[in-house]
């Protein structure tokens, strides 16, 4: 085993040392599960845009070629910052959602390697070229972009304003845009989005995949803009996230930017807040490096945004196979189906029922601790809800968080005490702009109760349940 492995698993038995008493839970089922690894995985590290990095993810996907000839991922490089062109776009709508057709298109500058795309999308009718007998070798603005993606998808209009407000409101608006000419990380970004909330049957890793990055640069000119590209950014597993704000970023942004991600300094905030892992000293770090430039620096994600990282199929993260394909396996049976579900109250509450009804708590792990035998540490995580279905509460915790993050529903974990003294973790969730308290472990009985799901600080408190460290007190309270 690795020396960082071994230690960081040291310090989470330390830290994760949660003990239930005087619960009513189903019994726990006598079975014995298979033994796996979470080690992380890596391959290199290479410092990257987002644009580049959603190039990355089309390469895996056997979508977007790599632009050099590379011996690595860590030198592959997709120019993000180049100009899409009108035919680099064809063949990548085409690699994501096209398919062969018997129509020959009228253009007579297409290319032989570009003409089986082009033929799709004339069939479709999605592109009626420049000109008659010209599909137009130039160069795509996104406003034409749109009006292609409007023709495959039917949103039924051509309209500037409508297209922009339909891209923004499906999430598929490009977070790392550039003014001027449309790009092709702007085109990446925006395909990617496409297959993760549109068509995720589509993605179907084709090559070798992906280690995490250890760092992204993001380009911002307001508060808002560096949230939305961070929370993006993230998603990769970046080690650092460097945010370089532009000349026109107001002086009252920058200061609210420091305001909330400074998490020792600041109003405790942090917007990004379910994706670091609090349980660990040290899972997160604020610098500014200089005016216009501040660098986060995430040594632990929380195993639930690990997880829901690692299920989307493209990022490797997890060293141990079997493991990633019962993530995979558990991901696609039972999560995927949540996320086409009608609103995320309905998501939430059904990844809240199933949970209860697949897992069970883990008495032995607690007889052992009691016992002060050596217990496996997996109860509290994720891995032991794969390995055999039993976990403490802070497991139930972690498992809920990733099926809520596969599902778009920020959460983050509480680490708090109930009936007085016994440590104890739940989950704190937003829906539709608003902060609650649910708690999977208290809810699992043998049957399905949601006695404590949705419910608001205040009422938490009166019914055994005290916040008590730094992230249950933030400025996410539920009233």
């Given at each position: 085993m690795k020396a960082g492995s071994l230690k960081r698993r040291i310090i989470s038995v330390i830290m994760l040392a949660v003990l239930l008493s005087g619960l009513v839970c189903a019994p726990a089922k006598a079975a014995s599960g298979e033994v796996y690894s979470d080690d992380r995985w890596?391959?290199?590290?290479?410092?990257?845009?987002?644009?580049?990095?959603?190039g990355r993810r089309l390469y895996v996907y056997g979508i977007a070629d790599s632009f050099t000839e590379a011996k690595n991922d860590k030198e592959l490089t997709f120019h993000a910052e180049k100009s899409a062109g009108r035919l680099t776009v064809a063949l990548l709508l085409y690699r994501a959602f096209?398919?062969?057709?018997?129509?020959?298109c009228p253009f007579s500058d297409v290319p032989e390697e570009y003409r089986e795309a082009v033929n799709w999308l004339y069939a479709a009718g999605i592109t009626k070229g420049v000109a008659a007998d010209l599909y137009g070798s130039g160069n795509m603005t996104e406003y034409h972009f749109l009006i292609m993606l409007s023709r495959l998808l039917g949103w039924g209009t051509e309209s500037e304003a409508q297209l922009f407000t339909k891209a923004e409101s499906l999430g598929l608006a490009p977070v790392d845009g550039v003014e001027g000419d449309f790009t092709l990380g702007e085109a990446y970004q925006t395909l990617c989005a496409m297959l993760d909330r549109l068509f995720p049957e589509r993605k179907r890793a084709a090559r070798a995949e992906m280690s995490t990055p250890d760092a992204i640069t993001v380009l911002a000119g307001s508060y808002e803009e560096a949230v939305s590209k961070i929370k993006?950014?993230?998603?990769?597993?970046?080690?650092?996230?460097?945010?370089?704000f532009t000349e026109k970023c107001p002086e009252e942004d920058l200061a609210e930017f420091c305001l909330h991600f400074d998490w020792l300094n600041g109003d405790k905030r942090l917007p990004i807040i379910g994706v670091v892992n609090q349980l660990f000293i040290g899972s997160y770090w604020f610098n500014i490096v200089s005016d216009r430039c501040c660098r986060l620096i995430i040594s632990n994600y929380a195993s639930g945004h690990m997880a829901c990282t690692d299920t989307s199929g493209w990022l490797r993260v997890y060293a141990d196979e079997k493991y990633r394909a019962k993530l995979r396996a558990f991901a696609e049976q039972y999560i995927l189906p949540l996320t086409g579900l009608s609103s995320q109250y309905e998501q939430a509450a059904r990844a809240h029922d199933l949970l209860c009804k697949k897992a069970s708590y883990d008495y032995d792990y607690v007889r052992q601790t009691e016992q002060k035998k050596p217990a496996r540490w997996e109860a509290h995580e994720i891995m032991g809800f794969m390995e055999n279905g039993k976990v403490v509460c802070d497991g139930y915790a972690c498992v809920y968080q990733w099926m809520l993050t596969c599902c778009g529903i920020e959460s983050y974990i509480v680490t708090g005490k109930v009936n007085g003294s016994d440590l104890h973790?739940?989950?704190?969730?937003?829906?539709?702009?608003?902060?609650?308290?649910?708690?999977?472990?208290?809810?699992?009985t043998g049957g399905v109760l949601r006695q404590y799901y949705m419910r608001t600080d205040s009422w938490f408190s009166s019914h055994q349940h005290t916040f008590t460290d730094k992230y249950s007190t933030t400025a996410f309270p539920s009233l």
């Open positions: 890596g391959n290199g590290v290479y410092a990257s845009t987002l644009g580049d990095m959603a096209g398919e062969p057709v018997e129509v020959e993006a950014a993230v998603m990769y597993l970046p080690n650092k996230v460097f945010v370089e973790a739940w989950n704190r969730l937003c829906i539709d702009g608003k902060w609650y308290n649910t708690d999977v472990c208290w809810d699992d």
